[in-house]
């Protein structure tokens, strides 16, 4: 029976189903500070143990300082709470734990695919919205919340309703400096926050078998901004490359039969999709948002739509921009170059050649904080560290930093940022902030300009 990629997987993990539900087996359970200490209190309140702490990995990266002499004191008590609950959670269940001393240490979305601990086939969770993101290495991957955290920790399964089949076939040649950011940024604007509410989401075509695997991870992320749970890239040989020799990735005769075990894992025909949207990325200008959600966005020299909705008045009122305005005109006065979207190391490459042997502006402040502690060693050795120094950045440790300002990283307010993020909601980066979504590329380009100009 020919079936698409996201069944393939899915039916495998079926334990048993019942009124519409199926039970899963989940097989990497990825955890951090924020989601996990009421549903390790759950576990003790109930008497349970911890079913498989051998499938379940934490880090510490929502309210970890990025400044390095800051790193040992946390100023915000509830924060601080929370990464000690982590650390003595960990403790006592006999979780692995990647802590701030970790050289693994990193965004929960950034160290599951360099550690090999997200392969191709799998069926993987996190208190997080954009567990998406793994689904670029061919997987199931998902968000969860609190409640089902602690049924995960308990049984490690969870009752789902299986969603239907979406292919997101996108094809034609990137034009230089276009990225995956692009893409998706794009396929919003075009369809929607809403347009993948239900559906898993499978992007194909020739594009993406040309995207490396860390430009499928940067799609896959934001699928939940366009309001689907799962976002999947079927497995090829650059995936296989990616994960060979990593740290957790099987070895040896076992990576040789893990390979043989996943090679049917592929959509057997686009007819199976239940619906399929299509972009043809020829022609394909660098996005930026101009408002308070992912489908505000234009072409870098498109015009901000008129306004058709009291939401849209509020977003403009918000942002204090007004229609018929270009990106040019936005007054950007600080820069953020990170997160689980764009903080990888082929982003920190692509910023750093923009900036190489040039000065931000003087109107600019620009903080790169890269995803991982592994990426940061990567920025360092290969001289990326001084580049971003010698432009007038400021480089950080790793952490999600100003994408969602749960530590001191937060954007003045009434400050516009030209940010690499998934999320310019009111607020996001700060109170009362203004955020600008776009390419590591463009946000690069931003900071030495001093405004949004490819120039």
């Known amino acids: 029976m020919q079936k698409t990629l996201f069944d393939k997987i899915w039916d495998q993990h079926v334990i048993v189903s019942k009124d519409d539900k199926d039970l899963l087996y989940i097989d990497l359970h990825l955890i951090h500070e924020v989601t996990s200490p009421q549903a390790f209190e759950g576990l003790r309140l109930k008497n349970r143990k911890l079913r498989r702490p051998d ?66 086939g799998k069926t993987i ?46 094809t034609g040649v990137l034009p230089d400096n276009v990225f995956a950011k692009d893409i998706i940024l794009k396929l919003i604007a075009e369809n929607g926050v809403s347009f993948g509410t239900g559906y898993a989401i499978e992007y194909y075509g020739d594009t993406i078998e040309n995207l490396s695997v860390e430009e499928r991870l940067s799609l896959c992320n934001m699928s939940i901004e366009g309001g689907a749970k ?11 490359d990616y994960i060979a020799d990593r ?19 592929v959509t057997d025909d686009e007819s199976l999709f239940d619906k399929i949207i ?29 306004i058709k909705s009291v939401e ?65 060693q990567k920025a360092k050795e290969e001289g990326l560290l001084e580049i971003f120094e010698q432009a007038g950045c400021e480089t950080r440790m790793p952490g999600c930093s100003y994408c969602l300002a749960m530590n001191e990283d937060r954007v003045t307010a009434g400050s516009h940022c030209a940010s690499t993020s998934n999320r ?32």
């Open 125 to 170: 969770v996190c208190g997080d919205s954009h567990t998406a993101t793994h689904g670029a290495l061919g997987a199931i991957a998902f968000g969860i919340g609190t409640s089902e955290v602690e049924d995960v920790f308990a049984t490690q399964c969870m009752w789902q309703t299986k969603p239907k089949n979406m292919g997101v076939k996108i």
């Open 312 to 376: 849209d008045q509020t977003a403009y009122d918000y942002m204090d921009l007004k229609p018929g305005m270009k990106a040019e005109e936005i007054p950007i006065e600080f820069v953020f170059i990170g997160s689980c979207t764009n903080g990888r190391i082929n982003d920190l490459r692509i910023a750093a050649e923009v900036m190489r042997d040039k000065k931000i502006a003087e109107n600019i402040s620009c903080v790169v904080v890269p995803g991982s502690m592994q990426v940061l």
């Open 278 to 306: 299509k972009l043809d990325v020829t022609d394909l200008k660098p996005q930026v948002s101009y408002g308070t959600n992912p489908a505000m966005t234009v072409d870098i020299d498109q015009p901000f739509p008129e």
């Open 230 to 240: 799962f976002g999947l890239v079927k497995p090829d040989q650059k995936t296989l």
């Open 55 to 120: 499938r379940t990995f934490a880090t510490m990266d929502h309210n970890t300082p990025t400044v390095l002499e800051h790193r040992d004191f946390i100023e915000d008590p509830l924060s601080a709470e929370q990464l000690k609950s982590l650390a003595d959670n960990c403790a006592e269940f006999g979780v692995t734990l990647f802590d701030m001393e970790s050289e693994y240490n990193g965004i929960v979305h950034m160290i599951g695919p360099e550690l090999g601990l997200s392969l191709p």
């Open 424 to 455: 310019n909601f009111e607020g996001r980066q700060g109170e009362r902030s203004r955020t600008h979504l776009m390419s590591p590329y463009l946000a690069a380009k931003t900071a030495i300009e001093g405004r949004i100009s490819l120039e």
């Open 247 to 265: 740290k957790y990735t099987p070895k040896g005769e076992e990576f040789e039969n893990f390979k043989e075990s996943i090679k049917d894992l």
